[in-house]
């Protein structure tokens, strides 16, 4: 897993695919998630564009693309039940899948250790 400065992590699947969520740290700060919109399948997206609006107790919040790319799927059992992210942000709590143009993009997120290091 990778981590971004914005507290998503990324996991590449074995079909190349990238599936992406927010930390178990993110979702402890935003409190209990009462709203989830996510992207379509199918939507182009370019790294940095606002592509997921989660609103919570405490703040409204907006994901940004990791990576330019293609939405391959979306969790929808989150819209349906947003406080599974607050409830296993890292597995079933999981946003979307895309497939990056490129993977080599990768490599400048941060692993496991610098993520705990920078939330430290």
């Known amino acids: 897993m990778k981590y971004t400065e914005e507290h998503e992590w990324l996991r590449t699947e074995d079909d ?3 599936t992406v969520g927010i930390t178990a740290h993110a979702a ?3 409190g209990d998630i009462v709203f989830v919109e ?3 399948e199918g939507d182009e997206v370019s790294k940095d564009d606002e592509i997921v609006v989660i609103e919570s107790v405490k703040a409204a919040s907006d994901i940004l693309a990791p990576l330019d ?3 391959t799927a979306v969790n929808s059992a ?3 039940d947003p406080a599974k992210v607050n409830e296993d942000p890292e ?3 999981w946003f979307f899948r895309m497939k990056p143009a490129d993977l080599a993009p990768m490599e400048d997120f941060m692993d496991e250790a610098a993520y705990k290091a920078f939330i430290g």
């Open 16 to 18: 190349g695919t990238v």
């Open 28 to 30: 402890e700060q935003l």
């Open 38 to 40: 996510l992207p379509e």
């Open 69 to 71: 790319g293609e939405i």
């Open 78 to 80: 989150i819209v349906d």
């Open 91 to 93: 597995g079933e709590g």
